[in-house]
T-cell receptor, first 113, second 106 residues
Framework: DTGVSQDPRHKITKRGQNVTFRCDPI?????LYWYRQTLGQGPEFLTY????????KSRLLSDRFSAERPKGSFSTLEIQRTEQGDSAMYLC???????????FGQGTRLTVV | RKEVEQDPGPFNVPEGATVAFNCTYS??????FFWYRQDCRKEPKLLMS???SGNEDGRFTAQLNRASQYISLLIRDSKLSDSATYLC???????FGAGTRLTVKP
């Protein structure tokens, strides 16, 4: 499968715990995006990388959120001290260039209890 | 003003109807636009790109109006399988609209 891969698909965690999600983009896609989506809403932009450089972060991305893409391939999104409001679908997408379409992974559904 | 705004919907139409969605964007320098389709609890999937001259793919037509900064999606002869949420995105910013939910009924 050469699509965008996200792991895990589902995560249930207790409030206050830290969680980390992984995204493997399509090979040779140098742009990688993270989104958060709640029911009935469109994907909310969180951050994006061009290769290993994090070029933009949304103000939605509080200091509890951090993302990395250390070698310009896979990326991780970490949420520290999770809160119930963090419950959402976290989507990753990649694209080869600025103006081409982006392809999404199946997402990681986070539930904070 | 939000970067990308869409018709709120929901749109409930009978099979065979023609339905159109609009999406406005705030960044006048935007160059690339796309429509995505998202089924319930699934990831968004590309429906079609939006070209300056407008483009058609079967029953779907996408158009761009740069002067008024909006894109549109027209669906002709709606099918039950067209029921989904339709999302527009401005590629440079990779900002999505909130989505327009379409339900096609028999």
């Amino acid at each position: 499968d050469t699509g965008v891969s996200q792991d895990p698909r589902h995560k249930i965690t207790k409030r206050g715990q830290n969680v980390t999600f992984r995204c493997d983009p399509i090979s040779e896609h140098n742009r990688l995006y993270w989104y958060r989506q709640t029911l009935g809403q469109g994907p909310e932009f969180l951050t994006y990388f061009q290769n290993e450089a994090q070029l933009e972060k949304s103000r939605l991305l509080s200091d509890r959120f951090s993302a990395e893409r250390p070698k310009g391939s896979f990326s991780t999104l970490e949420i520290q001290r999770t809160e119930q409001g963090d419950s959402a679908m976290y989507l990753c997408a990649s694209s080869p260039t600025l103006n081409t379409e982006a392809f999404f992974g199946q997402g990681t559904r986070l539930t904070v209890v | 003003r939000k970067e990308v705004e869409q018709d709120p919907g929901p749109f409930n139409v009978p099979e065979g109807a023609t339905v159109a969605f609009n999406c406005t964007y705030s960044n006048s320098a935007s160059q690339s636009f796309f429509w995505y389709r998202q089924d319930c609890r699934k990831e968004p999937k590309l429906l079609m790109s939006v070209y300056s001259s407008g483009n058609e793919d079967g029953r779907f037509t996408a158009q761009l109006n740069r002067a008024s900064q909006y894109i549109s999606l027209l669906i002709r002869d709606s099918k039950l399988s067209d029921s989904a949420t339709y999302l527009c995105v401005v590629k440079q910013d990779m900002r999505f609209g909130a989505g327009t939910r379409l339900t096609v009924k028999p």
